[in-house]
């Protein structure tokens, strides 16, 4: 039977609500230190180590290209590279992954150990560790220096097979419009007015809270973070997104029930610091893992609705993220098999302001999955990339791919595409925002990530969101 997306709960709307487009705010005073620190081209990245906050000033941003991105996150440790999307936006974006990490992902946890040793024999040598993660996953570590875009292009696409997917340990930055360029700052806001209805459970994966805790009446698992923590007197950047998040969810569907499992404690390599906002793919498929008690025999607890503020970029088939869509796809037909109860995966179609896939939301294309499932059987005995096709199959039908519009209009920060098959409204939105620069604990914020919280509050009952919509292409560019 072909399956259908459990959206019958949402109230298709085609209109939208103005929304205020948010402004950035200086660093908080008291930090003269930072106005005297070069923050040009990407010295706010190299000077406070990616992710902490600068006298935007002083900054050019017309400056901050992707390649110069790519260059900096290099050189701070992590395996970047450019994907060019060749369409006629003539887009681009930095494809991230950790450095010397591949995931093996099976369907079957019994299968899992054959295809760890399958794909080892097949690097001749160059595994050098194995770590499940669950009884469907497990993160190998490389042989440093191999791990490289030929490596992406040419080898990821031969380490398929039956049963089970392979890729680079992909870091998923769950960021807000621009990505790693530090303009974005969530702007001080009153409290915002609560909305009604709600039912169902929804997990959000997002950055961790701090101490302070998340919003009044989410539940919150995983790991309690410090928002400086290198003692710089910088907030982190970004840092509060998941309890961001959240709240807007909580918010327009106060009965339904929110947990926030935070995704945790990665570090950059090559620094001893913390980064909030990077984490991979690994470290989703563990905190998504561990909310729903997963086991060999199935899962504990289940959830309606699943909120993926988060991903990275691919275009053509590359960087398209296969073992994490294996887990997605092989996780709701475990949910719905032991609990009845099969998700509705809520993902930010992301913020490079075209027709930029983003993933995990961008396993709604299909002609990027086919071009990978292609790559795949041209390397491979028959099979394997028509296990790539199904898993699209369900992804598609499991998924809504989450773009923002305001007032019937694309932000300018949105992706678009056909792909894209929900909007709603992700500028000037407002949730809570745990400390400074906002007084108040509430602040304005504007992306794709908002925009998806929104959608996820719809799919779980809230009412009277009149800016979410959901249609077949209805975020086309």
């Known amino acids: 039977m072909a399956r259908t997306?459990?959206?019958?709960?949402?109230?298709?709307?085609?209109?939208?609500?103005?929304?205020?487009?948010?402004?950035?705010?200086?660093?908080?005073?008291?930090?003269?230190?930072?106005?005297?620190?070069?923050?040009?081209?990407?010295?706010?990245?190299?000077?406070?180590?990616?992710?902490?906050?600068?006298?935007?000033?002083?900054?050019?941003?017309?400056?901050?290209?992707?390649?110069?991105?790519?260059?900096?996150?290099?050189?701070?440790?992590?395996f970047a590279t450019l994907t060019l999307c060749t369409d006629r936006w003539l887009s681009s974006a930095p494809v991230l992954a950790m450095p010397d990490e591949l995931l093996v992902t099976a369907s079957d946890p019994r299968g899992l150990g054959e295809a760890v040793a399958e794909v080892s024999a097949r690097l001749d040598g160059s595994v050098v560790g194995v770590a499940p993660l669950n009884p469907f996953v497990a993160r190998l570590s490389l042989r440093g220096g191999i791990l490289d875009e030929?490596?992406?292009?040419?080898?990821?696409?031969?380490?398929?097979?039956?049963?089970?997917?392979?890729?680079?340990?992909?870091?998923?930055?769950?960021?807000?419009?621009?990505g790693f360029r530090p303009a974005d700052n969530p702007a001080p806001a009153v409290v915002p007015s609560i909305g009604r209805g709600g039912n169902g459970r929804v997990l959000v994966v997002d950055s961790p809270p701090d101490h302070a805790g998340a919003a009044a009446g989410v539940r919150t698992m995983g790991p309690l973070v410090d928002y400086d923590v290198d003692g710089n007197g910088f907030v982190d950047e970004d840092h509060g997104h998941g309890v961001f998040v959240a709240s807007l969810i909580k918010?327009?569907?106060?009965?339904?029930?929110?947990?926030?499992?935070?995704?945790?404690?990665?570090?950059?390599?090559?620094?001893?610091?913390?980064?909030?906002m990077v984490f991979s793919d690994a470290d989703v498929i563990a905190a998504i893992g561990e909310a729903y008690g997963l086991s060999a025999a199935g899962v504990n607890s289940a959830f309606d609705v699943v909120n993926l503020s988060l991903g990275g970029a691919g275009c053509a088939g590359i960087g398209?993220?296969?073992?994490?869509?294996?887990?997605?796809?092989?996780?709701?037909?475990?949910?719905?098999?032991?609990?009845?109860?099969?998700?509705?995966?809520?993902?930010?179609?992301?913020?490079?302001?075209?027709?930029?896939?983003?993933?995990?939301?961008?396993?709604?294309?299909?002609?990027?999955?086919?071009?990978?499932?292609?790559?795949?059987?041209?390397?491979?005995?028959?099979?394997?990339?028509?296990e790539i096709r199904a898993i699209q199959s369900d992804l598609a039908a499991d998924m809504l791919a989450v773009g923002s519009w305001s007032g019937g209009a694309r932000d300018a920060y949105s992706n678009c595409g056909t792909w894209v098959n929900s909007i709603a409204t992700g500028a000037g939105t407002v949730g809570r925002y745990p400390s400074p620069p906002s007084p108040t604990g509430w602040a304005r914020w504007s992306g794709t990530s908002f925009a998806t919280a929104r959608v996820s509050a719809a799919v779980a009952g809230g009412q009277g969101l009149d800016d979410v919509a959901v249609g077949d292409g209805i975020g086309h560019c």
């Open 5 to 78: 997306l459990h959206v019958r709960r949402i109230l298709l709307s085609a209109a939208l609500t103005a929304a205020a487009v948010a402004t950035a705010i200086d660093a908080p005073s008291g930090r003269v230190e930072a106005a005297t620190t070069s923050c040009g081209p990407l010295g706010a990245l190299k000077t406070y180590q990616l992710n902490d906050r600068c006298n935007y000033g002083l900054l050019d941003l017309s400056l901050l290209t992707d390649s110069a991105v790519v260059d900096v996150l290099d050189g701070v440790g992590l």
């Open 251 to 276: 918010q327009a569907a106060p009965t339904a029930q929110v947990v926030l499992a935070g995704v945790g404690k990665g570090r950059v390599p090559a620094t001893q610091r913390w980064s909030p």
């Open 150 to 178: 030929g490596f992406l292009r040419q080898i990821v696409p031969t380490l398929q097979g039956r049963g089970f997917s392979t890729d680079l340990n992909y870091l998923e930055p769950a960021l807000p419009i621009n």
């Open 320 to 386: 398209s993220r296969l073992a994490l869509g294996r887990f997605l796809r092989d996780l709701a037909d475990l949910s719905e098999r032991t609990r009845g109860v099969r998700p509705v995966y809520v993902a930010a179609a992301g913020n490079d302001g075209a027709d930029v896939k983003h993933f995990p939301a961008a396993w709604r294309d299909r002609p990027t999955i086919l071009a990978a499932a292609a790559a795949v059987d041209a390397v491979n005995p028959p099979g394997a990339g028509d």
